[in-house]
């Protein structure tokens, strides 16, 4: 849809807060569980704000690489017209124009036709609803391309069918729609796209954070680069091209994997949580070999709200021991173990980096980012970010 749209095309999100009562069998062995009205208006705001967010973040992002005839996003919600449609009345001016023949021919109806548990009415009338969403959107907003993934092939072939019908029955202008469907996106592994088991990703940053999907994407594998470069960014063909050439170069640095995250975070999340969340993975899995290279205000700017960002009077820090200000910034980690770390060499501190060579070690001012910044790791992966005001 926002490929569509930055091109100049109208783009229209429909939430199926009507259709959701009635189960879509498409894909499904047994039918759908009924779920409580008031989860089921939860679940329909949720997925509203969350396909609105994303396209508006995603035109921001197109108007970032050079779009500006971009169309105009409506969104609607299918409860507002089938509140106002009645059992006969639908099956009076709609249901006289579906075929049962055509509506039997669909793959989701006939394989649950012929499993032992069988498909109900509502079930089975889902793709003449959907049908008529496509409808009532071309009557009304001159709807004429519908989108999906490829298991709502036959959902889509009725919606069109349907709209033909229609027109000629209504004495409408003869205007032909269109269906495209989308195969689901898959990893070279053969799996699907953040679906990775016990680890989902959301597009929703409560659930999954800027930080988290960007590192999702880092931790994908040489062979997907490319692919979802072309599918998931809007790098022109010639600046993928480039990306890829300098990734092959020394695949140890994931340049290629970086560059995807952070366009996608962009696009996800919208502009510059990507370049934020960039500094985060930098600062957390920079080596001493490295060092730090961001200023401390880009530093808190990209922690700013993270559980990892902790603030601390001077006097709480300066000229303290390092083993009690990690014990006040670190509810995990008892001071025997602490102190254990550090004799041990596992904690690491200052722009540097610089290995700690004993727990009796005082904080330094030559260890701060700019005067009011600490950064402390503890082993590989655990990292506290001090602001020292």
Same mark, same amino acid.
């Given at each position: 849809?926002?490929?569509?749209?930055?091109?100049?095309?109208?783009?229209?999100?429909?939430?199926?807060?009507?259709?959701?009562?009635?189960?879509?069998?498409?894909?499904?062995?047994?039918?759908?569980?009924?779920?409580?009205?008031?989860?089921?208006?939860?679940?329909?705001?949720?997925?509203?704000?969350?396909?609105?967010?994303?396209?508006?973040?995603?035109?921001?992002?197109?108007?970032?690489?050079?779009?500006?005839?971009?169309?105009?996003?409506?969104?609607?919600?299918?409860?507002?017209?089938?509140?106002?449609?009645?059992?006969?009345?639908?099956?009076?001016?709609?249901?006289?124009?579906?075929?049962?023949?055509?509506?039997?021919?669909?793959?989701?109806?006939?394989?649950?036709?012929?499993?032992?548990?069988?498909?109900?009415?509502?079930?089975?009338?889902?793709?003449?609803?959907?049908?008529?969403?496509?409808?009532?959107?071309?009557?009304?907003?001159?709807?004429?391309?519908?989108?999906?993934?490829?298991?709502?092939?036959?959902?889509?072939?009725?919606?069109?069918?349907?709209?033909?019908?229609?027109?000629?029955?209504?004495?409408?202008?003869?205007?032909?729609?269109?269906?495209?469907?989308?195969?689901?996106?898959?990893?070279?592994?053969?799996?699907?796209?953040?679906?990775?088991?016990?680890?989902?990703?959301?597009?929703?940053?409560?659930?999954?954070?800027?930080?988290?999907?960007?590192?999702?994407?880092?931790?994908? #594998? !040489?062979?997907?680069?490319?692919?979802? /470069?072309?599918?998931?960014? *809007?790098?022109?063909? @010639?600046?993928?091209?480039?990306? +890829?050439?300098?990734?092959?170069?020394?695949?140890?640095?994931?340049?290629?994997?970086?560059?995807?995250?952070?366009?996608?975070?962009?696009?996800?999340?919208?502009?510059?949580?990507?370049?934020?969340?960039?500094?985060?993975?930098?600062?957390?899995?920079?080596?001493?070999?490295?060092?730090?290279?961001?200023?401390?205000?880009?530093?808190?700017?990209?922690?700013?709200?993270?559980?990892?960002?902790?603030?601390?009077?001077?006097?709480?820090?300066?000229?303290?021991?390092?083993?009690?200000?990690?014990?006040?910034?670190?509810?995990?980690?008892?001071?025997?173990?602490?102190?254990?770390?550090?004799?041990?060499?596992?904690?690491?501190?200052?722009?540097?980096?610089?290995?700690?060579?004993?727990?009796?070690?005082?904080?330094? #001012? !030559?260890?701060?980012?700019?005067?009011? /910044?600490?950064?402390?790791? *503890?082993?590989?992966? @655990?990292?506290?970010?001090?602001? +020292?005001?």
């Amino acid at each position: 849809m926002l490929h569509f749209g930055i091109r100049g095309h109208g783009m229209i999100g429909l939430v199926g807060g009507a259709t959701v009562e009635v189960g879509d069998p498409s894909g499904r062995d047994t039918e759908r569980t009924k779920i409580e009205d008031e989860i089921r208006l939860t679940n329909e705001n949720l997925i509203a704000n969350q396909m609105e967010r994303i396209l508006r973040n995603g035109i921001a992002y197109a108007e970032s690489k050079g779009y500006t005839n971009i169309g105009l996003l409506t969104m609607v919600n299918n409860a507002s017209w089938w509140k106002e449609m009645s059992f006969l009345g639908f099956m009076s001016t709609v249901g006289r124009h579906l075929r049962v023949q055509d509506m039997l021919k669909r793959q989701s109806v006939q394989r649950r036709i012929t499993s032992e548990a069988g498909i109900g009415y509502n079930e089975f009338t889902y793709q003449a609803l959907q049908a008529y969403d496509f409808f009532h959107l071309h009557k009304n907003y001159n709807c004429r391309i519908q989108f999906g993934g490829s298991d709502q092939f036959g959902n889509i072939a009725s919606g069109v069918d349907l709209t033909s019908r229609l027109q000629f029955a209504q004495n409408l202008p003869k205007t032909k729609t269109f269906g495209i469907t989308t195969p689901l996106i898959t990893t070279a592994s053969g799996q699907k796209i953040g679906k990775s088991a016990g680890n989902a990703i959301w597009l929703n940053p409560e659930l999954t954070s800027p930080f988290a999907l960007y590192q999702y994407f880092v931790r994908l #594998p !040489d062979s997907d680069v490319e692919k979802l /470069l072309s599918l998931f960014t *809007l790098l022109t063909m @010639e600046e993928i091209s480039a990306v +890829v050439a300098r990734h092959t170069e020394d695949q140890s640095l994931r340049i290629g994997q970086h560059a995807l995250a952070k366009e996608v975070t962009d696009l996800v999340h919208g502009l510059g949580h990507g370049a934020k969340a960039g500094i985060q993975s930098s600062v957390l899995y920079s080596t001493p070999a490295e060092g730090i290279a961001y200023s401390a205000n880009e530093i808190l700017d990209a922690f700013r709200g993270d559980s990892q960002l902790k603030t601390l009077p001077a006097s709480q820090v300066m000229g303290q021991k390092l083993v009690q200000v990690i014990s006040n910034t670190s509810k995990n980690r008892s001071k025997g173990s602490i102190k254990d770390l550090a004799n041990n060499g596992g904690v690491y501190v200052g722009p540097k980096l610089t290995r700690v060579k004993s727990h009796q070690e005082m904080i330094s #001012p !030559d260890w701060l980012i700019d005067d009011k /910044l600490l950064i402390i790791r *503890l082993g590989k992966s @655990e990292m506290h970010i001090v602001h +020292v005001q």
